[in-house]
Every structure is written in C-alpha cells, then in structure tokens.
C-alpha cells in the first residue's frame, strides 16, 4: 500500500471523477479528488501526488490556470482532459505546462497506458547509461539531475524524457515522427504540436538565447539535430 502511486484527479464532473477513481483505483493507483481548481492546489500541498489529472473547463479557475500555478512550485506530471481536440488548445495546454492532452470520451485502456507513461521517470535505457556526460551536459537518469556548463537546470518529468533521447541521439538529423514515437509513444507520431512546444520549453531552458539555439537546432522540414556543445 505504502508504494502505490498517488493521483490527484481534478474535475467538476462527478460521474468523470466517479468513473475514474474506479478505473484508477482497480488498477492499483491511490486515488484523491478535488472539485475545482483551488481545492485541488490546497490538497496537492497537503498530499503530494506522484501525477494530476485535472479537467480544462471548470468554473472559478480553469485547468489551463492549475497547470500554471503547479508549474510554478513543482514538476509533477499533469494530464488535462477535454472535450475540444483542436490543435491550438492542446497547444495553450501544453504551454501552460501540462505533460499530455487527453480528449473526452476516451477509452480507459488508452488512458490507463498515458497515465502509465506519465509516472514513468526513467527512460529505457541500458543500466550503464545512467549518467550521460556530453560536452556542456551531464545528466543523471536516476536522480533525474540536469546541469547544463555546470549550472542545474529544472525540467519536467516530458522534458526530461525528451533532452535524454536527444542526448543519446547526439549529433543525428531525427524526424518528427522518430521523436515522437520514442519520447511520446506510436500513438503520437502525427502529433507535431507536441514536439514544436516541449523543444520550445526545454530551449527557454537550457539555451543562453533560445531565439537563437547552439543546442537544439532546426532541421527544415525535417525535424531537429542535437549538438550538446564543443
């Protein structure tokens, strides 16, 4: 019992809430819900969930804005759930700092296999490559510590996942959809807006000048290079 992973679920809708904390729970998950968004920050203090999953459309303050204010104190993985699936809402979700986008209805095995994803905190990966030095890098993948020329830097759980398998891929022109499947999974491979946004985020965070990278370069067309320094 004392090593179940915690979820704290965030929505206004309690037969969602309801359907979810079964599906979670037969699955072994520690389960908490919280209504609306201030009630979910004021338990997630309190608690310390390993993920959270919060609705987008709720009434006082919205999940764009939870994703926002758990991003400010911690890295937590963050699922949003929604019933709209364009393009430039999962977008501002993503930017606010959630780690994926599910679109209501879903089906529960999918969603189980996100969640699954979410709190996984290594990467596959040989046990002797748990500490990757390159150049101005060196991370560790069990501590999940990142310093870039000596300086740590904080990610979040998908960022960091992304920086090691550029790391591991030092040097080689990757598509899209390679990136993609490997960091994200073969359900993402079509899903660019993942990609533009999370290399946007881990720039702002590891480049002197991410309007002009010397890291993460730009393949057109293509897709990117990682060049981890002389």
């Known amino acids: 019992m004392e090593n179940r992973k915690r979820i704290l679920v965030v929505d206004d809708e309690q037969h969602i809430t309801m ?34 999953i919060t609705d987008l459309s709720m009434p006082n303050m919205d999940g ?16 949003v759930l ?23 209805p879903f089906a529960m095995g999918e969603f189980l296999a996100r969640v699954r994803a979410a709190l996984r905190r290594s990467p596959a990966g040989r046990e002797q490559d748990t500490v990757l030095e390159e150049a101005d890098f060196r ?6 510590e990142v310093r870039v020329c000596g300086k740590e830097i904080h990610l979040t759980p998908k960022e960091f996942d992304l920086l090691v398998y550029l790391l591991r891929n030092a040097g080689k022109v990757l598509t899209h959809r390679t ?24 720039r702002k965070k590891i480049e002197k000048d991410h309007a002009r990278p010397r890291y993460i370069l730009t393949e057109p067309w293509v897709g990117y290079r990682f060049l981890p320094g002389k």
């Open 19 to 52: 359907v979810m904390r079964s599906g979670l729970t037969k699955h072994g998950y520690d389960v908490r819900v919280a209504a609306e968004g201030e009630a979910a920050l004021e338990l997630f203090q309190l608690w310390t969930p390993d993920l959270v």
């Open 179 to 202: 990136v993609l499947s490997a960091v994200w999974g073969g359900n993402y491979v079509e899903q660019n807006e993942y990609l533009r946004v999370f290399i946007g985020r881990l």
């Open 139 to 144: 991370v560790d993948v069990q501590t999940r």
């Open 64 to 79: 764009l804005e939870v994703c926002r204010r758990l991003r400010a104190v911690s890295t937590v993985p963050i699922i």
């Open 82 to 104: 929604s019933v709209k699936g364009d393009e430039s809402v999962k977008i501002e979700a993503l930017d606010a700092g959630a780690d994926d986008y599910v679109t209501k």
